[in-house]
């Protein structure tokens, strides 16, 4: 488990590290439209307040989102399966509608060039299939290893007979079995808390990977008229993506100081984003090859984690469970309430 944070951290620390490649280094125009023009300094100052309101409107959207599933519902109650079904819509529509479009257009752009392998081959089905196969592998072998390492215990603790009479030999294997039995249920329940420990970092790390990259381009928009819708669709995009992350962090019961944690992490990358944007206004090129190419490979992946880990790890555990098996009205209700986060999260892409 501690080797899994760290390759997580690790992956975090290097995406950050890889941020200032989407920024051009030239200031010169190109023929894909690198210069975002000339704007007057009034202007400029209008954009600036815009961002700075968009910082802290976002920040806030982020926080009460994912805080109001972990705080504000109890895990056991029928209802907190209908905000884990709205939650699994929610990141299902964010992979499907709103990041695989942004990385099929970065990665087919005419920006970069038609010259093998970009041109006709689909780059970005390729790339988001690789993240949806390296989450899989992910999961298995950290599930594989905590379940390796739980057989090994038990197995320590099991007594061992020493003989006896077929009487006492019974007793002592009923006795033994009874114990193995009580003992059985405490790691198991802590290897299923583990798994959704793990699905939930993994989760949260392709959320914020485009959280960053939509507060980028936030930040780096030149236009008032650009700005303001930009602003209204993705604080309600952070507010139902952490309604999303906040339900799977309050089902893996993460100790309080890791939720906090987990929370400001997500909370802080689109301001983070819209920081670095405003920070490299002048200089950015959106459509410089290899922003293209960043961003359209960072957006692929994340679209393979959200949509593998939305269907598998979310979706199919709510309505394969026994509780929805046994009610119509239960199974009804998660229908709904998935169809409904699904449809509200794919409205937003009007927007933004």
């Known amino acids: ?14 995406y950050l590290a890889i941020l200032p490649l989407i920024v051009s280094s030239a200031k010169e125009e190109d023929k894909c439209g690198g210069s975002n023009g000339r704007v007057s300094a009034a202007e400029k100052a209008t954009t600036l307040n815009y961002k700075i309101g968009a910082l802290f409107s976002i920040l806030i959207a982020g926080v009460f989102g994912v805080c109001l599933p972990i705080f504000g519902l109890k895990s056991e109650s ?20 709103h990041i695989l479009p942004d990385a099929t257009e970065s990665l087919t752009s005419p920006c970069i060039g038609e010259e093998p392998p970009w041109g006709d081959f689909p780059m970005t089905g390729l790339v988001a299939m690789a993240g949806a196969i390296l989450t899989m592998l992910i999961e298995s072998f950290a599930s594989g290893y905590l379940n390796r390492s739980r057989l090994e215990n038990e197995s320590k603790t099991l007594p061992v007979s020493t003989g006896g009479d077929k009487e006492e030999d019974s007793v002592h ?3 033994t079995q009874g114990h193995s039995h009580g003992s059985l249920l405490g790691p198991q329940d802590d290897h299923i808390d583990l798994r959704k420990k793990i699905v939930t970092q993994i989760l949260e790390l392709g959320i914020v990977v485009h959280s960053v990259i939509i507060g980028i381009s936030l930040g780096v928009s030149p236009s008032v008229s650009t700005i303001k819708p930009l602003i209204a669709a993705i604080t309600f995009h952070q507010l139902f993506e952490g309604f999303g992350l906040g339900g799977c962090i309050s089902e893996a019961k993460f100790k309080v100081k890791k939720i906090w944690v987990m929370v400001l992490f997500f909370a802080v990358t689109a301001p983070l984003g819209i920081g670095i944007g405003i920070g490299v206004a002048e200089i950015y090129n959106e ?7 960043v961003s359209g490979f960072l957006n692929a992946a994340a679209a393979g984690i959200l949509i593998y880990m939305a269907l598998v790890d979310l979706v199919a555990p709510l309505f394969m469970n026994h509780k929805a098996l046994s009610s119509m009205k239960i199974q009804l209700a998660c229908s709904f309430f998935l169809i409904l986060g699904a449809c509200l999260m794919s409205l937003l892409a009007i927007w933004a």
């Open 78 to 97: 029928n209802f907190f399966m209908f905000v884990k079904a709205f939650a699994a819509g929610v990141i299902l529509a964010t992979g499907f509608v």
């Open 1 to 14: 488990m501690g080797r899994l944070k760290k390759t997580l951290i690790s992956a975090c620390l290097l």
């Open 287 to 293: 459509n410089s090859p290899m922003a293209l190419m």
């Open 173 to 175: 294997t009923h006795a």
